[in-house]
DNA sequence: CCTTGACCTTCCCATGATGGGAAGGATCAT
DNA sequence: ATGATCCTTCCCATCATGGGAAGGTCAAGG
């Protein structure tokens, strides 16, 4: 079959079959005289095993591992697992850090009367204008601050 | 003082000031003779603004109505509420999209020894060989599967 | 046989926010 | 004057994905 009958039975894209196969993911494919790419039935396969890895959030390169695993006959269940496991975490980390932001701005928001007057206790809150309403941090973690990497600058006392 | 001042005061790299200059987040500043960006404490405060801001995950497109709502005198709170109750519903949608893809993935590391042997309910899933273990379907929502939109191929018979 | 339309190919560009780094000019302290 | 440290602009890379153009292919119908 085409690359077309291929991406409606996988639910993988054309465009993103091609991209997979230019990153080396899958391997690349027969092709007729004119060049077009022929697909079986196993290679569906594949491109629906890759599809799923995706709707659970694994990174291409971590779906290059997974695969390779799972052609594998003679792999061990436990190389699988930590992959898993690596993921889980990963998830759960930006799960801890999206929540600490909602939370963060749940607070501030409750204390915004959110009427046609300008006070507004989260601007103040960007602003950094601690003369205000501040009681959000007293929860420890206003600002979830992203790890951003330290600055490092060695400016002196120019200017 | 120069942008290298300016980003350690304010904890935005000098990158980020001239990528935000040059998408119209801030405005143009004031240059030396020798065409050297100079900032003002009014500049860096802003700066703060717009990072703590983004610590708040909001987006560089928000943050430019947050910048301006928080200059306008007159603005309404109910304008920035709405925009931080907007940004919270997209943070707990990204947070039940995350919870669901570690949900079931704890499942199925659950089932999977993690051990010498080739067997792996987790690849079993993926692959979607249902003859085996498939309690995680009964969460109703396995495989959380992103809307990928309709296929919508005509394609007839050929092949 | 030729047209038409749906398909395929490759190539380039865009996203969003960020960093890396090169080439070259400016400033500053010694 | 020299070297260190700034600054400037410009280009490239990330990650996964889509859009679209220009052009080739194929099957069906006139």
Redesign the interface.
Known sequence: ??I??A??RS?V?AKMIRYYESIGLIPKTVRTEAGYRVYSDTDV?TL??IR??R???FSVEQIGV?VS??Q???????D???I??G??HE??R??AE??S??E???H??QH?????????P??D????EDHLHNCAKRDGKI????P?GP?K?K?TS??
């Open positions: 079959m085409n077309g009958q991406a409606e639910g894209s396969h629906k095993f799923r890895a709707d659970l959030g997974l695993l799972w594998d006959r003679g792999r061990e269940s436990t699988v697992k930590r898993a496991l993921h889980i998830l759960e930006k799960i999206l929540r932001m909602a963060t701005l749940k501030l928001a915004c009367h959110g009427d046609s007057r300008p006070e507004c989260i601007l809150e960007l602003a950094g600002l979830a601050s992203a951003r600055r600058n400016v120019h200017s």
